[in-house]
C-alpha cells in the first residue's frame, strides 16, 4: 500500500483530557512527515504541535479518530462521505471498532512503510414512511438500526418483513438490525451471533421479546427489510441510527431498512480473526472495570 501523506485527526474532548494523547500523536505524525489537520475549532488546543486547520489543510488520505466507540462510529460518516479509509485509536473501554491502544502509538510506523490494509465494512441505507411520504434518513449508519419504545408503554408490536411478502411480528422491548461489524455492539448485549465483518448480511435481534422465539434472523446482504409499528394501543415507536438522537415512529408508520451502496473503508495494521480480537478485547475490558 502507499504511503500516507496527510492525516485528519478526530479527537474525543471527554475521553482525551486537555487532548494530550492526540497532541502526542500529531507530533509523532509530523515527525514522519504527515501533514496533520484537526477541525479548526480545536486548534487552539493543538498550539505548537505543528498541525493545521481542517478548512485550510490539505485533503485527508486518512481519518484518525481517537476515542472509544462513539467516537468511530461519528467519524466513520465523516470518512464515508470523503471515501477515505478511518483508523481508531481506543480511549473507551472496549473499543472493539478501534484498531490500536494508546500505549501502541509506535505502531503508527506502519502508515509510512504501507504496511498496513484496507477493508471495506457493510453500511445500512434507512428511509422511513410516517404518514406523509417516504424520506432517506441521514447517514449510513455502521453498527445498527435500533427500534424501540417509550417507558410505560407496555411492549411495542414491531412487524418484520422482507421483500418476498414474509413477516414475523415481534412482541418486545425492541428490536435491532445490525451490520457484521454492530454484531459486537448491542445486538451482542441481547444475545445475537458474532458476524464476521469481511461478511455482508444484516442481523435482526428481538431486546426481550414476550415470545419463546427469541433467536436472531441472520439475512443476506441482498435483503430489503420493514419494520412497522404496529403498537396495540397506538402508541410511537422510536428509531434511532447507530445510537443517535431517536426519530419517533408513530402508529403505521413504516422504516425500511437495507445494504447501503456506500461502505466504509477500514484500515487495519494487521488482520486479526474475528475471535481472535474479541476475546482480546473483552479481557481488556475486564481488566479496565476491576481497575475502577
Do not use: W
Amino acid at each position: 500500500m502507499k504511503a500516507i501523506g496527510s492525516i485528519l485527526l478526530r479527537p474525543n474532548a471527554k475521553k482525551d483530557d486537555g487532548f494530550a494523547v492526540s497532541c502526542k500523536t500529531a507530533r509523532y505524525l509530523i515527525s514522519r512527515g504527515a501533514a496533520v489537520t484537526v477541525p479548526d475549532a480545536l486548534l487552539p488546543a493543538f498550539a505548537g504541535t505543528g498541525v493545521t486547520g481542517e478548512k485550510t489543510g490539505p485533503a485527508p488520505d486518512l481519518i484518525l479518530a481517537l476515542g472509544g466507540d462513539g467516537t468511530v462510529l461519528a467519524a466513520s460518516q465523516d470518512a464515508i462521505a470523503r471515501d477515505v479509509p478511518l483508523l481508531g485509536i481506543n480511549m473507551g473501554r472496549l473499543g472493539f471498532l478501534a484498531e490500536l491502544e494508546t500505549d501502541q502509538l509506535a505502531r503508527l510506523e506502519a502508515l509510512f512503510t504501507g504496511d498496513y490494509t484496507v477493508s471495506r465494512r457493510m453500511t445500512l441505507s434507512v428511509t422511513a414512511d410516517l404518514g406523509e411520504g417516504e424520506f432517506e434518513l441521514p447517514g449510513c449508519p455502521l453498527n445498527d438500526v435500533v427500534f424501540s419504545h417509550d417507558r410505560g408503554d407496555g411492549l411495542a408490536l414491531l412487524s418484520l418483513s422482507d421483500q418476498a411478502g414474509n413477516v414475523i411480528d415481534y412482541h418486545a422491548d425492541g428490536l435491532i438490525l445490525a451490520t457484521p461489524s454492530g454484531s459486537t455492539a448491542y445486538t451482542l448485549s441481547a444475545g445475537g451471533p458474532v458476524i464476521d465483518d469481511a461478511m455482508d448480511a444484516i442481523c435482526v435481534t428481538p431486546v426481550c421479546p414476550h415470545s419463546f422465539f427469541n433467536r436472531s434472523v441472520i439475512f443476506g446482504s441482498d435483503a430489503v427489510l420493514t419494520v412497522e409499528n404496529r403498537s396495540p394501543l397506538g402508541r410511537d415507536a422510536t428509531v434511532s441510527l447507530d445510537g443517535k438522537e431517536p426519530l419517533r415512529v408513530p402508529f403505521g408508520g413504516v422504516v425500511t431498512v437495507k445494504r447501503s451502496d456506500h461502505p466504509l473503508k477500514m484500515l487495519s495494521l494487521d488482520r486479526h480473526a474475528v475471535l481472535s480480537t474479541l476475546n482480546r478485547k473483552m479481557q481488556m475490558a475486564d481488566m479496565k472495570y476491576r481497575n475502577e
